[in-house]
């Protein structure tokens, strides 16, 4: 079975700052699927990037990055320049590759707030 | 497009009761998971639907049961309810297929059992 660890359960940052979340898993997969997700107090789950472990290539999407290490199985997300609508839980995820990937494995969550 | 809907938003029940909520894809998706969250456990899948047959399966007990229509909405029904059922129910839509497909999730289900 497949674990998802996040082990900063709140985090702070000022606007316009950078700010990292910390994300490690376990499995004995080879292929696989790492997710960030966002969900803001609004409570819809929104997807924020997506990185297939066979891809070496960090996955960008504008202010968000993520920083892949496949051998110590771990999945860190930078969010530059954070923004006051940044503020949300986030949570980090793991889908096996095989199928479609519809089942998730969810980490805790990380509480991130944005301040002026 | 309209987004994923879920019924009801929120519901109180009492222990021992029934509960069937409903989830309304998007246009197309033909997937349909649900998520049970709370505060404790965190996020977990209960499970997935595609073409009206339940293709995943989570670890949760036989009092939770879920279908899907022809029209791709789905329904999930927990019986006798008891007070750690109390919890957020997220359904997530994809259009399915033989890849991956981004999940779309849907507003949730508040269930509260008293």
């Known amino acids: 079975a497949q674990t998802v660890t996040q082990s900063q359960p709140e985090m702070s940052v000022q606007e316009a700052e950078t700010v990292t979340l910390s994300c490690t898993y376990d499995t004995s997969e080879n292929n696989y699927y790492l997710f960030w997700y966002k969900q803001p107090p609004s409570r819809q789950m929104i997807l924020v990037i997506r990185?297939?472990?066979?891809?070496?290539q960090n996955a960008t999407e504008n202010r968000f990055s993520v920083n892949f290490q496949k051998a110590a199985k771990s999945f860190s997300l930078k969010i530059s320049d954070s923004q006051l609508g940044d503020t949300a839980m986030y949570f980090c995820?793991?889908?096996?590759?095989?199928?479609?990937?519809?089942?998730?494995?969810f980490g805790t969550g990380t509480r991130l707030q944005v301040t002026l | 497009k309209a987004g994923v809907t879920q019924t009801p938003r929120y519901l109180i029940k009492t222990r021992g009761q029934q509960v069937t909520l409903s989830c309304s894809p998007i246009s197309g998706h033909r997937s349909v998971s649900w998520y049970q969250q709370t505060p404790g456990q965190g996020l977990q899948f209960l499970f997935e639907y595609f073409s009206e047959t339940q293709r995943n399966k989570g670890n949760f007990p036989g009092r939770f049961s879920g279908r899907q229509f022809s029209n791709s909405r789905s329904e999930m029904n927990v019986s006798t309810l008891e007070l750690g059922d109390s919890a957020l129910y997220l359904c997530a839509t994809s259009a399915g297929g033989a890849s991956w497909n981004e999940q779309f999730f849907g507003p949730g289900t508040r269930l509260t059992v008293l």
């Open positions: 995820a793991f889908a096996s590759f095989t199928g479609t990937a519809s089942k998730l494995t």
């Open positions: 990185q297939e472990a066979y891809k070496q």
